[in-house]
C-alpha cells in the first residue's frame, strides 16, 4: 500500500489537472443505483479511476484514492496471463429479465446472482437462480452474493433452498466475520463454500477473515485495498483462493481489475471483471466488454468526447472535487 506523498504521489493540483467527473447510466438497478458516479484520471502510466461509493466516508475513501494513484503513476506487476475469463453478473432482476441479462455477457459460463435485496423475497430469489440455471444449463456455474444482507439463521434457510440449483459458493452471506464462520459451519453438510467480499475490503483487517477460518474464498477488488500491491500482498498472506471483482468501475477501472487478476499467481475462478456489460454508456469507444467470456489485460483509453457528453452536473463535480481534496488531505496526513 501506499503510505506516504513520495515523489511518485501527485499532488492535488496534479490530479485536478486532469480530473473528469462523469454519471453513467445502467441498463438495470444495481446496488440501488440508475446510474454510476466515477472521477478519472491520466497519470503518466495512463487513466485511472476513483470511484468510491458515495455513501462511503472519507477515510473508507482513502484506500481508493491509493489505488488510483498506484494505477496511474506506477508501473503494473508483469502480467501472468493476457486475458481474464469472467463471470455475468445479474442484478436482482425479476425471472422475466435474466436471460435478456445474459445475453450481454457473450461466452460466459458462470453467473454471480445478486440476492437478499430488502424489496424482495426468498421465493423471488429462488425464481431468479431457477432461472439463471435454466439459461445457463446444467454445466454453467451459479455463485450468489447477498451483501451481507441476511442474519445467520436467514443466511441458513436461504443457501439451504437454493443449494438446489448447484452453487459455485455463496458471497457474503452475513456482514460480520464471526457471522460467516458461524454460517459456513452450520452449512457444512451442504458443501457450499462461502466467499468473503466486504469482510475483506471493508475491514480495518483484511486478513482477519482468513484467520478465523470464516471463508473458503476471497473476492478481491482492487480499488478499496488500496490498489494492485496491496491487494497481492493480501492474497499472498491469506494463502487463500480468490476472485478478482470490480466494484461497478467504468473501462478504466476494470482495467485496474484485470492488470491485478493478470498478477495473481494462480486464478482458479472466473473474475468478476465483466460488469462494463451492466454499464449503458461508458468513457472509452474500446469498453472492457466480455469476448467468448473474457476480457483482455490491456489499458483503457478515455474518449474525450465522452468525458464530455457523460460529465456529470456542475454540482455533483463539485461535490467530487471537494471529495478528492478532503481524501488526498487524508492521505498527505497519513505519511
Not at 77 to 106: C, G, M, Q, Y
Not at 117 to 142: F, M
Amino acid at each position: 500500500m501506499l503510505t506516504s506523498l513520495d515523489a511518485t504521489v501527485p499532488t492535488l493540483e496534479e490530479l485536478l489537472g486532469s480530473a473528469h467527473v462523469v454519471s453513467l447510466k445502467l441498463f438495470d438497478r444495481f446496488r440501488g443505483l440508475d446510474s454510476r458516479e466515477a472521477m478519472l484520471f491520466e497519470g503518466p502510466q495512463g487513466w485511472t479511476e476513483f470511484s468510491p461509493f458515495v455513501e462511503y466516508d472519507d477515510a473508507e475513501a482513502v484506500n481508493w484514492l491509493r489505488a488510483a494513484i498506484d494505477f496511474g503513476w506506477q508501473d503494473s506487476p508483469h502480467p501472468l496471463r493476457t486475458s481474464i475469463p469472467v463471470n455475468a453478473t445479474v442484478p436482482a432482476v425479476s425471472a422475466d429479465k435474466v436471460a435478456e441479462v445474459l445475453a450481454r455477457f457473450p461466452g460466459c459460463r458462470t453467473a454471480k446472482v445478486k440476492v437478499a435485496s430488502p424489496d424482495q423475497t426468498l421465493a423471488d430469489d429462488v425464481a431468479r437462480v431457477a432461472e439463471v440455471r435454466r439459461v445457463l444449463g446444467p454445466e454453467g456455474r451459479i455463485r450468489i452474493d447477498a451483501n451481507g444482507l441476511w442474519n445467520v439463521d436467514e443466511a441458513e434457510h436461504a443457501i439451504h433452498a437454493l443449494s438446489a440449483f448447484d452453487l459455485e459458493y455463496v458471497e457474503q452471506p452475513c456482514l460480520t466475520v464471526p457471522e460467516l464462520a458461524e454460517i459456513r459451519q452450520r452449512t457444512t453438510y451442504l458443501s457450499v463454500p462461502i466467499a468473503a467480499d466486504e469482510s475483506v475490503r471493508k475491514s480495518s483487517d483484511p486478513l482477519a477473515v482468513a484467520r478465523a477460518g470464516a471463508a473458503d474464498i476471497l473476492v478481491i477488488k482492487a480499488q478499496p485495498l488500496g490498489g494492485i500491491r496491496a491487494a497481492l500482498s493480501i492474497i499472498g498472506q491469506t494463502g487463500l483462493p480468490v476472485v478478482v471483482s470490480s466494484a461497478l468501475d467504468t473501462s478504466v477501472g476494470l482495467s485496474m481489475g484485470a492488470h491485478l487478476a493478470a498478477s495473481v499467481p494462480g486464478l482458479y475462478f472466473d473474475c468478476g471483471l465483466g460488469t462494463a456489460s451492466l454499464l449503458a454508456e461508458d468513457v472509452t469507444t474500446h469498453p472492457l466488454l466480455p469476448v467468448d467470456g473474457a476480457i483482455p489485460v490491456r489499458r483503457v483509453t478515455s474518449d474525450p468526447a465522452l468525458l464530455t457528453q457523460h460529465a456529470a452536473s456542475p454540482e455533483r463535480r463539485d461535490w467530487w472535487l471537494a471529495r478528492l481534496a478532503r481524501t488526498h488531505a487524508l492521505l498527505a496526513a497519513a505519511g
